[in-house]
Nanobody, 120 residues
Framework: QVQLVESGGGLVQAGGSLTLSCTLS??????VAWFRQAPGKQREFVSR???????NYADSVKGRFTISRNMWNKIVYLQMSNLNPEDTAVYYC????????????????WGQGTQVTVSS
């Protein structure tokens, strides 16, 4: 059983930056991903960091978002810069030990989400 708690969401102006944190009860041997869900839309993949520190990003955030982790404190970060209104969503942290990683169904553990709102 893994518990995840997201923090760091808020309101930011377009072009601004925000860093989300996901604190896990266990991080060792888990792949961790960030997903987001805007109103009326499906939950979509944003980024992930594998247990071996391999990182992947959705095309829509590549070059603007950076995922990283602190193994000692069991925290995964999502640094977001050059934000635009299309980034507005609830951002979720997810974890799993499986090999698949792109779909929400690939993750068995989820946080409660944190709201990010980007104003124009």
């Amino acid at each position: 059983q893994v518990q995840l708690v997201e923090s760091g969401g808020g309101l930011v102006q377009a072009g601004g930056s925000l860093t989300l944190s996901c604190t896990l009860s266990v991080l060792l041997s888990y792949n961790v991903a960030w997903f987001r869900q805007a109103p009326g839309k499906q939950r979509e993949f944003v980024s992930r960091i594998s247990r071996d520190a391999v990182t992947n990003y959705a095309d829509s955030v590549k070059g603007r978002f950076t995922i990283s982790r602190n193994m000692w404190n069991k925290i995964v970060y999502l640094q977001m810069s050059n934000l635009n209104p299309e980034d507005t969503a609830v951002y979720y942290c997810a974890a799993d030990r499986g090999f698949a990683w792109l779909d929400a169904k690939d993750y068995g553990y989820w946080g409660q989400g944190t709201q990010v709102t980007v104003s124009s």
